[in-house]
């Protein structure tokens, strides 16, 4: 290759910027998603089936098609069909935030689902009426078994708010795109954008490993 | 507003070719992903410490980045970088199969982490030369207990393929925005598009909960 | 050879795990051929690292064991390699607690990996002999079942099987029936009675007093990595001369009364 790198003409104003749009629409899409998410695994264990129904749809829909489609449909349907005009931004917390209430609503319904019969079993022998047994059982149980999933939920959303660069919010990938084009230097701008998102999520799914490993541990 | 969902059938000819793409693109992956990763996932199981190092830092960055600017970086810099020309075609196989790679190769190391220990003591106490325990021991265990997941893996493949039309690929999702473009209906055009990856891809998580359920209940694995 | 010499003999096996558990501390055993020893004592006493030891599933850090006049195991030192005889190793059987079979192999699969592939007999041969001996444990029909398939009775009937198909000089029993069902330990331990009728030597751990009166020509108590007591099954189980034994022994059967 007789490419000569060139990592001067790079300036990290506009990509320090972009980071931050990118940190406020994920941190603002796992709130929507954290809270949402159990709002609607609550709902998607619904035992009447008319109210299931429909949330599991949602949740389906959103894990059955590609984020990008998603986003581009959000950007260009909702406004048409609803007659609602949103900055940019909040447009993308909200497809963003869509999306991981329907990943984080799964994880959820796993987790409480996956509290061993006997735990209950036990709840019942104690005389914990129903309520208390969810409140005092389950729900603690099931939320600490879903942390680590909410953890890769949410850091998977960190990587695919990248796609919003595409219906034009400024965040990392969108001014890494205009900084290669102004530059002509693709190769050493890409490469920084790659390694400041890997920066960011590297260490949390260490994180996520580590509660992983300890929590086997535990188990055993 | 009014929706009119007949203009679709106006554009029925080329939506095909797009999901054409889609698809090609998704098995080319599928089935190069796949071998990237189980050697991959043998790689970093390795006793030698330089291919244990290396397999590790390839799958941790591109699972560690977003696979939208792998794609980019793989368009716009590897070209530069070798200094050939590659077809879209071409660099959408090797954007996806490097993603494929790093994400199965993880499905494997896990299955091959799963076979117990136990097992292998079995094999010693039968006399079983190495070789014979792995090929015909651990590794059909470790791949029968891989094959939900990687079934889940495509599904994520499939959907990021829709990432190409980012770069100008004419796949199912570039087609539909040009067409939704050029006729100003975004409504029935992308509600469509979408509708066609939930109709492949919700059949096929669908498909993952019957699979494991036969493995588990045949095999108990 | 004369038929008296031992067919297995344990020199002063000295076993550790990390610097403070030490799990064999110079443990002498000899064993005739013929001979069917039924190994008891207290959890943790070192009982199934000495048959895992046996089997050449364990390292050791001193000692060494014959086999029918061969070196078989052997090590110097903690620090030094534990050179096992994998030629000798072939004609010793072992079945675990946990049966440990294949999961992802049917029945008879199971039983003709070994003989097929360690000494290369013929497909046909090997499966008309995993047929006999499974008619023979009333196993017949069972044959293409998976393991998954089968109760734990039939799963440890089919492990001893598997063992057998290579034609064992020694079998070893690691608890076969710890994890069994109460009702289902009947048929396996009728299974190794077959088996002891024919001669074949063994080695037994096992929790189950009831069998080891039944099944041994020889008991030995073994506690704190050591051989305690051994004996005929009348002397040891009956009248211990050992008082840690007779503690032993007494405890065990208050628990069963």
């Not at chain 1, 290669?180 to 920084?192: G, N, W």
């Not at chain 1, 996520?208 to 300890?214: A, D, I, K, Q, T």
């Not at chain 2, 939506?15 to 996932?41: A, D, E, N, R």
Request: glycine share 6%.
């Amino acid at each position: 290759m007789n490419y000569t790198f060139d990592f001067q003409s790079i300036t990290f104003g506009p990509l320090w910027e972009g980071l931050i749009v990118t940190l406020e629409l994920t941190t603002a899409a796992n709130i929507i998603g954290i809270v949402g998410g159990f709002l609607l695994a609550l709902l998607i264990m619904s035992p009447v089936a008319v109210v299931r129904m429909p949330f599991m749809l949602f949740v389906e829909f959103f894990r059955c098609t590609p984020a990008i489609v998603q986003i581009v449909w959000f950007f260009y349907c909702v406004p048409m069909l609803f007659n609602v005009f949103l900055g940019s931004m909040t447009m993308g917390i909200l497809a963003l935030g869509f999306n991981l209430m329907a990943f984080n609503a799964e994880a959820y319904r796993a987790a409480i689902q996956a509290v061993p019969r006997e735990q209950i079993d036990a709840g019942i022998a104690l005389g914990l009426n129903p309520l208390q047994r969810i409140l005092y059982i389950v729900l603690p149980t099931a939320f600490r078994a879903s942390i680590p999933v909410l953890l890769t939920n949410g850091i998977v959303i960190f990587q695919q708010s990248a796609l919003v660069a595409i219906v034009a919010v400024q965040d990392l990938m969108y001014q890494g795109k205009t900084l290669a084009t102004e530059t002509y230097r693709p190769i050493e701008t890409f490469t920084v954008v790659a390694l400041i998102y890997f920066a960011v999520s590297f260490p949390v799914t260490q994180i996520v490993g580590y509660l992983e490993r300890r929590r086997q541990l535990l188990m055993s | 507003m009014a929706l009119d969902f007949s203009i679709i059938l106006r554009f029925q000819d080329a939506l095909v070719l797009g999901l054409w793409m889609t698809i090609k693109l998704t098995l080319i992956c599928i089935v190069l992903g796949c071998t990237l990763g189980f050697v991959v996932g043998l790689a970093r199981t390795s006793r030698n410490v330089l291919v244990r190092a290396v397999s590790s830092i390839y799958v941790e960055f591109f699972r560690g980045t977003p696979v939208l600017i792998q794609l980019f970086w793989i368009f716009f810099c590897l070209p530069l970088i070798l200094g050939v020309e590659l077809s879209n075609l071409a660099s959408g196989v090797i954007a996806l199969t490097l993603y494929m790679g790093a994400i199965t190769s993880e499905t494997f190391r896990a299955s091959l982490k799963s076979v117990g220990p136990e097992q292998r003591d079995a094999c010693v106490a039968l006399g079983l030369p190495n070789r014979v325990q792995i090929t015909n021991v651990i590794l059909p265990q470790a791949v029968l207990r891989a094959i939900p997941t990687l079934l889940s893996n495509c599904v994520s493949l499939f959907k990021e393929s829709a990432l190409v039309s980012a770069v100008g690929m004419a796949d199912l999702m570039f087609v539909g925005q040009n067409i939704s473009n050029n006729t100003a209906r975004p409504v029935e055009v992308l509600t469509v598009v979408a509708l066609i990856y939930f109709a492949i891809a919700f059949p096929l998580t669908r498909a993952v909960t019957l699979v494991e359920g036969r493995i588990l209940k045949k095999l108990a694995i | 050879m004369s038929n008296t010499a031992p067919l297995v003999k344990m020199r002063n096996l000295h076993k550790s795990y990390g610097p403070h558990v030490q799990v064999l501390k110079g443990l002498d055993i000899e064993m005739k051929p013929g001979e069917r020893v039924v190994v008891i004592g207290p959890s943790g006493g070192g009982k199934s690292t000495l048959l895992r030891v046996m089997m050449g599933l364990e390292k050791i850090d001193s000692g060494s064991v014959t086999f029918a006049g061969k070196p078989y195991i052997s090590s110097e030192s903690a620090d030094t390699k534990t050179v096992i005889d994998t030629d000798v190793r072939r004609s010793i059987g072992m079945v675990f607690q946990h049966y440990t079979l294949f999961p992802h192999l049917s029945v008879l699969q199971n039983l003709i990996l070994a003989p097929c592939k360690v000494r290369g007999e013929k497909k046909a041969s090997a499966m008309q002999r995993g047929q006999a001996l499974l008619e023979r444990f009333g196993l017949g029909a069972k044959a293409d079942a998976y393991p998954a398939q089968l109760s734990g009775g039939q799963k440890q009937r089919v492990a001893i099987a598997r063992a057998l198909m290579l034609d064992p000089k020694l079998m070893l029993f690691d608890e076969v029936t710890s994890a069994l069902d109460p009702e289902l330990v009947g048929e396996v331990e009728q299974v190794i009675l077959q088996l002891a009728n024919q001669n074949m030597p063994m080695m037994i751990v096992t929790h189950d007093m009831w069998f080891a009166k039944n099944i041994a020509s020889r008991v030995i108590f073994c506690a704190g990595g050591v051989v305690v007591e051994d004996g005929p099954p009348e002397q040891v189980l009956g009248s211990p001369k050992e008082e840690r034994t007779r503690d032993f022994i007494d405890r065990v059967f208050h628990i069963k009364h």
